[in-house]
Antibody
């Protein structure tokens, strides 16, 4: 079955960096766009970034542009999120989610399925 | 950016009742590119509806979506205990992708 497993969360000081990973299985990873979505404690959902099936196109929310970088390694079926210059407002559960297959615009598709999430806490 | 406003914020209903959730967009959502998700405490969101009205695989037919343009609705025809959760709408017709603030369906 399709499975997404995030890792790499933890407690980090403001201004520091963290890299999240999302291991995918049960589907042909290199044929799908992939997203990161986050949820601050007790709050709603916020889309963070998307990467196309081949890594050639990447798009970001304004709130993370210039600080976060999405990438993927199709040989390892793994999605990444490099988070630099972290701020307290980046504290959230970060979910990876599968987007659309390669014939879709990477942004024009729903999210299904989602991983279980990994918590990132930015605090001194 | 398309802003999605969900109403009501909280819906208090009893099992067996009908739930009607609204999602209003600040501008037209192209091609009815609107999805609905269900989230239970401590769990990841789960896709219910895509394309405004198509049920995702495995979703019971008591869930239905409708609407177009700027007004969309999620209807749960008869609530069962496992339906009490938070529901989010999301548009994917325009970048950045955006979510509504959510509607909590709670047991009355």
């Amino acid at each position: 079955q399709v499975q997404l497993v995030e890792s790499g969360g933890g407690v980090v000081q403001p201004g520091r960096s963290l890299r999240l990973a999302c291991a995918a299985s049960g589907f042909t990873f290199n044929r799908y766009a992939m997203h990161w979505v986050r949820q601050a404690p007790g709050k709603g959902l916020e889309w963070v970034a998307v990467i196309s099936y081949d890594g050639s196109n990447k798009y970001y929310a304004d709130s993370v542009k210039g600080r976060f970088t999405i990438s993927r390694d199709n040989s390892k079926n793994t999605l990444y999120l490099q988070m630099n210059s972290l701020r307290a407002e980046d504290t959230a559960v970060y979910y990876c989610a599968r987007g659309g297959p390669l014939y879709y615009d990477s942004r024009s598709h729903w999210f299904d399925p989602w991983g279980q999430g990994t918590l990132v806490t930015v605090s001194s | 950016e398309i802003v999605l406003t969900q109403s009501p914020g909280t819906l208090s209903l009893s099992p067996g009742e009908r739930a009607t959730l609204s999602c209003r967009a600040s501008q037209s959502v192209s091609s009815s590119y609107l999805a609905w998700y269900q989230q239970k405490p401590g769990q990841a969101p789960r896709l219910l509806i895509f394309g405004a009205s198509s049920r995702a695989t495995g979703i019971p037919d008591r869930f239905s979506g409708s609407g177009s343009g700027t007004d969309f609705t999620l209807t749960i025809s008869r609530l069962v205990p496992e339906d009490f959760a938070v529901y989010y709408c999301q548009q994917y017709g325009s970048s950045p992708l955006t979510f509504g603030g959510g509607t909590k369906v709670e047991i009355k």
